[in-house]
């Protein structure tokens, strides 16, 4: 079965300092894997996304992540926080596992960026 | 190009109540999947529709039901509503066969 782990429950970081929010994936096959924001009362927002070709990949306000295949990871990352980057993190995998493409979560990562 | 949209915002029903959630896709979207996240959980896949019939469902009991309607808008119903099943329910539209969705701003269903 498909998975993915978000190993921090929350990460601190210093509002100009660069930031890591991790993941590590569980696949069989290659990996669908998706970075997306929640604010709070809002929906899911897509930040970006991998499917093949260069293991970086750039998205939406800045973000980037790192594919990593002897890792199994993917790490979501920015190179300068923004106290407006504060926010809940979750990372996803595409499972099509009964012909159907779903997303498989993790439990999430809540960011903190402090001024 | 429209957003997906969800309704109602909030919802407080009491156990053993029904409740029916709608969503309206995203423009060009043939494909709805609904979510379920509960607090401090990651989104868990209830089940998704395409072409107005259920094609596929993850683990959740056959009294969380669905439909989708020819304009690609959805509703998602709960009947015998149990206090477990308050939670943020999450709607997503894509296109068949691509992995990107796009979700809506949930609903709060608070069950007491």
């Known amino acids: 079965a498909q998975s993915v782990a978000q190993p921090e429950d929350q990460v601190n970081v210093a509002e100009g300092n660069p930031l890591t929010v991790k993941c590590t994936y569980s696949?069989?096959?290659?990996?669908?894997l998706f970075w997306y924001v929640q604010y709070p009362n809002r929906g899911l927002q897509f930040l970006l996304k991998?499917?093949?070709?260069?293991?970086l990949v750039k998205g939406s306000y800045g973000f980037e992540a790192e594919f990593n295949k002897s890792q199994t990871s993917f790490h979501l990352k920015k190179p300068s926080a923004l106290v407006s980057d504060s926010a809940l993190y979750f990372c996803?995998?595409?499972?099509?596992?009964?012909?159907?493409?779903?997303?498989?979560f993790g439990a999430g990562t809540r960011l903190a960026v402090h001024p | 190009e429209t957003g997906v949209t969800q309704s109602p915002t909030h919802l407080i029903k009491t156990r053993g109540q029904q409740v029916t959630l709608r969503c309206s896709s995203q423009?060009?979207?043939?494909?709805v999947s609904w979510y379920q996240q509960a607090l401090g959980q990651g989104p868990q896949f209830i089940f998704q529709?395409?072409?107005?019939?259920?094609?596929g469902r993850g683990n959740f009991p056959p009294r969380f039901s669905g439909l989708q309607f020819p304009n690609y808008s959805s509703e998602l119903n709960v009947n015998a509503l149990e206090l477990d099943d308050s939670a943020l329910y999450l709607c997503?539209?894509?296109?068949?066969?691509?992995?990107?969705?796009?979700f809506g701003p949930g609903t709060r269903l608070t069950v007491l």
């Open positions: 696949v069989s096959g290659n990996p669908y």
């Open positions: 997503a539209s894509s296109l068949a066969g691509v992995g990107e969705q796009f």
């Open positions: 529709y395409y072409r107005e019939e259920e094609n």
């Open positions: 991998y499917i093949t070709g260069d293991n």
């Open positions: 423009s060009g979207h043939n494909t």
């Open positions: 996803a995998v595409r499972d099509i596992t009964g012909g159907y493409n779903k997303l498989i």
